[in-house]
């Protein structure tokens, strides 16, 4: 299985974009969305069940961010975006069906992409 993001880009705070992931091959159940700032580790931002029934998502982007999915592909949709969203932003996903994901460590996924860099200016 590959995971290719897309979407990343420079924003001015208050903005918004939209991440895309599609995982090609079979065996993902849930997704989601980790990032990483310069400096820091890799946190979680938000994950999505199999069926998309069930989403969660870091304290921080509650309100702010959205987490989406189809058959394939996982979404993050981010509005308001502050000068602290600034990371690379990673897709995930877990070869393991669960119901609900509370802030999961970076290890319960298996399969990772690449990362696309977002950059929230003041």
């Known amino acids: 299985v590959q995971l290719q993001a897309s979407g990343g880009g420079l924003m001015q705070a208050g903005g918004s974009l939209r991440l895309s992931c599609k995982a090609s091959?079979?065996?993902?159940?849930?997704m989601a969305w980790f990032r990483q700032a310069p400096g820091k580790e890799r946190e979680f931002v938000a994950a999505?069940?199999?069926?998309?029934?069930n989403t969660n998502y870091l304290d921080s982007v509650k309100g702010r961010f959205i987490i989406s999915r189809d058959d394939d592909s996982v979404y993050l949709e981010m509005n308001s975006l502050k000068p602290e969203d600034t990371a690379v932003y990673f897709c995930?996903?877990?070869?393991?069906?669960?119901?609900?994901?509370?802030?999961?460590?970076?290890?319960?996924?298996?399969?990772w992409g690449r990362g696309t860099l977002v950059t929230v200016s003041s």
């Open positions: 995930a996903g877990d070869r393991h069906l669960k119901n609900s994901y509370n802030n999961p460590p970076v290890d319960m996924f298996e399969e």
């Open positions: 091959g079979r065996g993902i159940y849930g």
């Open positions: 999505v069940t199999w069926t998309g029934s």
